[in-house]
């Protein structure tokens, strides 16, 4: 089992900057790639950005590419995503999940009830 513990989140003004934080506990090591995912309500959690943990190789939703940047700290098994220049449609819950190597998917694309899931930090911007 693991577990992910999100923090950060908080509220800012548009153009402001945020970093969140997803560390990674319990069985820790078997995990493949770390997600951020997104969700406001009425709508799909969607991906945003997401990362191997061996290679480091990233990937990122075309709304926040050049803007956000996701890193791995793995010494202390945690996650971060930093988020600049923030425009009040980031605003959302943020959840950071986990994939062991047979459930990393492809891109966003994972089954969610295969994956391990934080339970949200929310980050609202304003205009």
């Known amino acids: 089992q693991v577990q992910l513990v999100e923090s950060g989140g908080g509220s800012v003004q548009a153009g402001g900057s945020l970093r969140l934080s997803c560390a990674a506990s319990?069985?820790?090591?078997?995990?493949?790639?770390i997600f951020w995912f997104r969700q406001v309500p009425g709508k799909g959690r969607e991906g945003v950005a997401k990362?191997?943990?061996?290679?480091?190789?990233?990937y990122y939703t075309n709304s926040v590419k050049g803007r956000f940047t996701i890193s791995h700290e793995k010494p202390e098994n945690t996650v971060y995503l930093r988020m600049n220049s923030l425009y009040p449609e980031d605003t959302a819950m943020y959840y950071c999940?986990?994939?062991?190597?047979?459930?990393?998917?492809?891109?966003?694309?994972?089954?969610?009830?295969?994956?391990?899931w934080g339970q949200g930090t929310q980050v609202t911007v304003s205009s």
């Open positions: 999940a986990a994939a062991t190597p047979a459930n990393c998917g492809s891109l966003f694309s994972v089954r969610r009830d295969s994956i391990y």
């Open positions: 319990g069985s820790a090591d078997s995990l493949a790639c």
């Open positions: 990362i191997y943990v061996a290679t480091g190789q990233s």
